[in-house]
C-alpha cells in the first residue's frame, strides 16, 4: 500500500494508450486516430505502474466505507465470473473478472487489479494490455454505455453484468485502442460469451461488436450540446460532477480537469535520505537502466518512465526509496519536523507521509501514528520496518478520540490529512467517478471539523499544525481551514520552508500559508495543503 492508498488517451506521448485529452469527436467529424497499443511495456507501464502507485500513495476517499479489493462473503459473480487463481488466462479475461467485480462488489479497482494481476499468469505484454483495458473502460464508461446503448436492442441495463463488461472492454478496444487487429477483439469477446453463457449470448456479442466495426466511423456526439453534458460525454465524467466544477473552476477549469482525470499517472518514487540522497538515487536507478529524473515538485522525488512495478526491485526490498506520488510528498515537506520533536499523524495508515516525517527527522524523536482500523497499523509497521525506521508508534483509535490518549498540548507538530472525497486522485481510482455522490461530499465536511475540533488541543504553544486532503473540493479545502480558524484565533497561517512551495504556487503559499494542487498543474495528484501554527 502507499501513502493514502488513495495513486489513457489517444495519441498519449506519456507511455500509455487511451484517450488523454482528447474526446469523442463533434458533429459528424471522422473519428479521430485510435491510440497506439504497442503490445509491450510503453503503455502498459505506466498503467501498471499506476496500480501499484496507487496502492503505495494514497488511502484517502472513503476507503473502508465496505469497498475492498475482496469480494465480500459468500459474494456471487455472475455468468462464471471464475476465481481469478484457478489457472492461467488472458489477459482481456483477467480484465473482464476485475471489470465485473468492480460492479457487483463495489471493489476498489486499484487493489482488485493487482490482486488480480498477481493471480493471473500473464507475460508483461499481456499484464499491461489487462491494466490498460481495465483502467481505460472505466475511465470512459458512460462515453462507452452512450454510444453502445444504440447497439444493444433490450438496452445495456438489461443484461447481465458480465456481458456488459465484455461488451464494454471490447468497444474500449475497438474505438480508443489501435494497433489491436479488430478480428482479435470481436474472436476473444465471442469466445469468452461462448466459454461463461451460450451460444445465443456469443451470438448477440458477434453481432453488435461486428455492428460497431461497420458503423464505427458514425460515433460521434452531436453537436451543440450544452457544456456539461458535452464535457461529461467527450471526458467522461458524470454529468453532476461537470456541472459542480465549472460552477466552481469555471467551463475552462472543469473541462482541464476532467481531462487531467483521464492521463496516465507518473510513477514517483521518495528517496530514504536516511539511506541515500535523491541524487544518489538517480544514478543508482540510471545505472539499473532505469529511465529516471528528479521531481520538479517534490525534494525528494524521483519520476521513474518505464519501470513497471518499482515495488518488485531490490533496492525497494532493501528500503532505498517508496512509492509515493509527489503531491503526496509535499506534505511532509510543509509540517517540517524536526530531529527529536514528538510529532502525531492522525490520519496515519498505510503510512507513506509517517515514514516521511521519520526520514526528515532523521530517526531522532517519537512519530505516533494513529489509524481508526486496526488492521491498517500492519501496513504502517510493515513501510517502518523495510524503511528501518525505528520512531514510529502506532495506535488504534478514532483520531476524534485523541484527546483521551495524550494530554493537552503534548505533541511539537500535527499533521490531519483528512479523510476527503478524494476527488484528486480519480486518474488512479477511475471507478471512484462513478460510485461517489453528490450528497457524500457535505457528509465528509462535517468529520474534517470534528477532527480539527478533537486535536488541535494536543498541539504545544508555538507548535504546527498541517491539514492536508487529495480532493479538489474548495469546502473541504480552504472553506474548511477558514472555518477553523474563525473559530480558533488562537491560530495563524505560517509559511511553509520556501523548498516546500510547488513552482508557480509561490505567492499563495507565502500568503495563505495553503496550496491547492490540480491534477493539471504538474502531472501529480490534487492535493491541498494548509499549514498553520498556534500562537505561543
Request: net charge neutral.
Amino acid at each position: 500500500m502507499s501513502d493514502d492508498n488513495k495513486s489513457r488517451g489517444r495519441g498519449s506521448t506519456v507511455g500509455r494508450s487511451g484517450a488523454a485529452g482528447q474526446r469523442p469527436p463533434q458533429g459528424g467529424a471522422k473519428p479521430p486516430g485510435r491510440s497506439a497499443w504497442t503490445g509491450g511495456p510503453r503503455a502498459g507501464s505506466a498503467r501498471q505502474a499506476a496500480v501499484v502507485n496507487s496502492a503505495e500513495t494514497c488511502a484517502a476517499s472513503g476507503a473502508d466505507t465496505g469497498r475492498s479489493g475482496a469480494a465480500p462473503a459468500g459474494a456471487k459473480r455472475s455468468g462464471g465470473a471464475r476465481n481469478a487463481g484457478a489457472r492461467a488466462g488472458s489477459p482481456r479475461e483477467a480484465a473482464l473478472d476485475v471489470l465485473v467485480r468492480i460492479e457487483q462488489d463495489r471493489s476498489y479497482s486499484n487493489l482488485l487489479l493487482h490482486q488480480t494481476l498477481q493471480k493471473y499468469k500473464l507475460s508483461r505484454p499481456d499484464a499491461g494490455l489487462a491494466t490498460e483495458i481495465v483502467y481505460g473502460t472505466l475511465q470512459r464508461l458512460n462515453t462507452i454505455d452512450y454510444f453502445l446503448e444504440g447497439f444493444v436492442s433490450k438496452g445495456l441495463s438489461k443484461l447481465e453484468p458480465w456481458v456488459r463488461s465484455l461488451l464494454r472492454l471490447s468497444f474500449y478496444q475497438l474505438y480508443y485502442l489501435d494497433r489491436i487487429p479488430d478480428h482479435a477483439v470481436t474472436n476473444e469477446a465471442v469466445g469468452i460469451a461462448r466459454r461463461r453463457g451460450h451460444q445465443g449470448i456469443s451470438g448477440m456479442v458477434n453481432g453488435v461488436l461486428r455492428n460497431v466495426l461497420r458503423r464505427r466511423a458514425e460515433l460521434v456526439l452531436p453537436e451543440g450540446l450544452p457544456a456539461p453534458k458535452r464535457i461529461a460525454l467527450s471526458a467522461s465524467h458524470p454529468e453532476w460532477l461537470v456541472r459542480r466544477w465549472i460552477a466552481q473552476f469555471g467551463e475552462t477549469g472543469a473541462e482541464r480537469l476532467c481531462e487531467a482525470n483521464n492521463e496516465p499517472p507518473r510513477v514517483s518514487l521518495r528517496a530514504n535520505t536516511r539511506k541515500l540522497s535523491r541524487e544518489a538515487l538517480v544514478e543508482r536507478l540510471r545505472g539499473e537502466g532505469f529511465e529516471a529524473e528528479p521531481s520538479p515538485l517534490a525534494p525528494a522525488g524521483v519520476i521513474v518512465r518505464g519501470g513497471g512495478n518499482m515495488a518488485l526491485t531490490q533496492d525497494y526490498a532493501e528500503g532505498l526509496y517508496s512509492i509515493q506520488d509527489e503531491s503526496s510528498m509535499l506534505v511532509a515537506e510543509w509540517v517540517d519536523p524536526q530531529p527529536g520533536e514528538r510529532v502525531l499523524d492522525c490520519c496515519a495508515a498505510p503510512g507513506g507521509k509517517t515514514t516521511h516525517l521519520a526520514e526528515k527527522m532523521q530517526g531522532r524523536g517519537e512519530i505516533v501514528a494513529c489509524d481508526v482500523h486496526e488492521h491498517k497499523h500492519g501496513l504502517i509497521r510493515e513501510q517502518a520496518e523495510r524503511l528501518g525506521h525505528e520512531s514510529i508508534t502506532t495506535l488504534t483509535a478514532d483520531a476524534r478520540r485523541l484527546p483521551e490518549h495524550y494530554a493537552p498540548e503534548s505533541f511539537d507538530r500535527i499533521l490531519l490529512d483528512a479523510p476527503c472525497s478524494g476527488l484528486g486522485v480519480i486518474r488512479r481510482k477511475p471507478d471512484m467517478k462513478w460510485t461517489k455522490t453528490e450528497a457524500e461530499l457535505g457528509e465528509i465536511c462535517s468529520i474534517q471539523q470534528e477532527l480539527l475540533e478533537a486535536v488541535h488541543g494536543l498541539l504545544k504553544p508555538g507548535g504546527v499544525l498541517v491539514y492536508s486532503t487529495c480532493t479538489v473540493e474548495p469546502a473541504e479545502n480552504g472553506e474548511a481551514v477558514r472555518a477553523f480558524l474563525a473559530r480558533h484565533p488562537e491560530f495563524a497561517p505560517d509559511a511553509p520552508p520556501a523548498a516546500a512551495r510547488p513552482e508557480g504556487k509561490e505567492s499563495e503559499a507565502a500568503g495563505e500559508a495553503s496550496v491547492q494542487i490540480m491534477p493539471y498543474d504538474y502531472g501529480s495528484d490534487g492535493f491541498y495543503i494548509a499549514r498553520l501554527r498556534k500562537r505561543a
